[in-house]
């Protein structure tokens, strides 16, 4: 069955956007005139943060915006950057309930978080204590949202602490929580299973690269970023969010792999996030997607 496309509204405030950023009103006018299906919707300023729209005529003209554009929202990214999950954790899970509850007023069902700290251990932590902190801290979070029925999706990369393709699915398992899943953005996942990037435990590259990592996910994976990876980081330190072609991956190989590994769920999400260029590459994106929709999901 055919999937519908989305793409991340933070790719147009961040990076060479930061000073000039791209509005909502603006970008879904262009998202709807391209023929986009919705929306990933981030939470960070100046787009979609509850405390922008924290009344309830506030919160009616941001649905007709995108009712008016024909945009579903697909995700919300939920702004938990401003603390440290490990520094900070009352204050993060704070957040993060502030999220959920914008959401359920909203009336969006999926809620992409991470594990919101850098890979560095705490002095006198190991790796094991990081990793049972965090599956704790994914219990709470999980348990929260299923009190408004709302998935949580953990997003993954070498920005942020976990990111090895073992410690990824021991982590998502571990939590078993039927509402929490785990995000894959495939530049991610080429930089976790291929480059080893900012891995704290190391050995942990497949041989298989992005094929063998998508497999041991199977039944794991609750929504999906799709873009390119050139297999280098950007200035943030994270994967560099290449456009489709200009990179590594083979999505004649990655798209049948994820359907194959039980990705169910409606969306492909188009990632550009900290792309110089994200504004003219939007309508290439588009249409590189379709293509692999019309291919491998009709």
Known sequence: MMKKISIGSWAYIMGAFADKPILLPELCVEL???????????????????????????????KKLFADNNL?????????????????????????DESVRFMSEMGYGI????????????????YGDAKDFVKTQFKKCARRAAQDGIEVVWEF??????????????????????NFS?????????????MGARHIEEGCTLPGGILAFIEMLKGKIGFVHVIDSDGTLNNQGTST???????????????????????????WAIDLCEWPDAWRATAESKAFMDKLNEKYCK
Not at 47 to 60: E, F, I, M, R, V
């Open 32 to 62: 709807g005139n391209l023929g986009f299906d919705g929306i990933s919707l981030g939470g960070f300023k100046p787009h979609a943060n509850p405390s922008l729209y924290d009344t309830p005529a506030k919160k009616t003209e941001l």
């Open 72 to 96: 579903e929202v697909a995700d919300y990214a939920a702004d938990l950057w401003s603390v440290d999950s490990f520094k900070q954790n009352d204050a993060w899970l704070a957040l993060f």
């Open 241 to 267: 969010h290449n456009p489709f072609g200009t990179g590594n991956i083979n999505f004649d190989e990655v798209i049948p792999a994820l359907l194959a590994a039980g990705y169910t769920t409606d969306w």
């Open 157 to 178: 990369e070498p920005g942020f602490i976990i990111n090895e393709p073992k410690n990824v699915v021991e982590v998502v398992t571990d939590v078993n929580e039927k």
């Open 111 to 126: 809620i992409r978080i991470d594990s919101g700290t850098p890979p560095i251990l705490p002095d006198g932590w190991t």
């Open 182 to 194: 785990v995000l894959f953005d495939t530049c991610h996942g080429h930089m976790g299973s291929v």
